[in-house]
């Protein structure tokens, strides 16, 4: 409790005593970078793959004469979503990003550069860590656009070159009773588990104590702490939601 009480704590002093906006904006843009574009090529690899293989097995587990072939591409529409796109990018992201920025912080505490900030008046907290979040929830809702769109390619090529559905099977499939609402409740996943990414990430570093050693110990935390949090969003966000 101790804990979550420092996190809001740590939370509310990003939005007290701030820099001008086009400080914000520069740093925004930087991180913006750093995170969303950096990250592009590793989530586009895993993201065709979990399509591509999402359909051979799906189509695998159908084999009952009575099941059309165009469930298969439904059911890989579905589960990319509302489940694999978010949820497994949100995971590779905390290791990716959430690592990154968290040692990067820890580095800066060591080094004494936050303390160094701090003596010159500046709100460290808010300087280095609020552009990050924002950073965070521009791009990586993006990300989980081009995660869904690669990942139904993927499925489709998949599904295709090897035989188990059709181009037309695949496409109607996708098309069939499709819900609106997915792509929202994917959007909303995606901008909470940014959030939680960033922030605790950003958290554990901000207060990292020790030398190297602490460093890399509040980076493996800070992915942890992310993985559970983001684990147990998607639980509570698909109970409320759905």
């Not at 939680?196 to 207060?207: D, E, Q, R, T």
């Amino acid at each position: 409790m101790e804990t979550l009480g420092k996190y809001f704590i740590f939370l509310g002093t990003l939005l007290v005593n701030r820099e001008s906006f086009k400080t914000y904006f520069n740093l925004t843009m930087e991180e913006c970078v750093k995170i969303g574009i950096n990250s592009i090529f590793l989530v586009s690899l895993v993201s065709f793959f979990i399509g591509a293989v999402t359909t051979i097995q799906t189509a695998y587990n159908l084999v009952s004469p009575l099941i059309p072939d165009y469930v298969i591409s439904l059911v890989v529409r579905d589960m990319t979503l509302l489940e694999l796109s978010p949820t497994i990018i949100a995971v590779i992201f905390a290791g990716k990003v959430g690592s990154s920025l968290s040692s990067g912080l820890g580095t800066m505490r060591i080094s004494e550069q936050i303390d160094a900030l701090e003596v010159m008046g500046i709100n460290s907290a808010s300087y280095l860590v609020l552009p990050k979040i924002l950073a965070s929830l521009m791009m990586y809702p993006l990300l989980v656009i081009l995660s869904a769109l690669l990942s139904l390619f993927g499925g489709y090529l998949a599904g295709t070159l090897t035989g188990v559905i059709t181009p037309y099977e695949y496409i109607y499939g996708i098309r069939f009773e499709f819900n609106e609402f997915t792509v929202t409740f994917a959007l909303i996943k995606s901008f909470a588990f940014a959030f939680l990414v960033a922030s605790i990430s950003c958290f554990k570093g901000f207060y990292t104590r020790g030398g190297a050693l602490e460093v890399g110990q509040a980076s493996t935390a800070a992915v942890t702490q992310s993985v559970i949090a983001v684990l147990t969003a998607d639980y509570l966000l698909a109970q409320l939601l759905l």
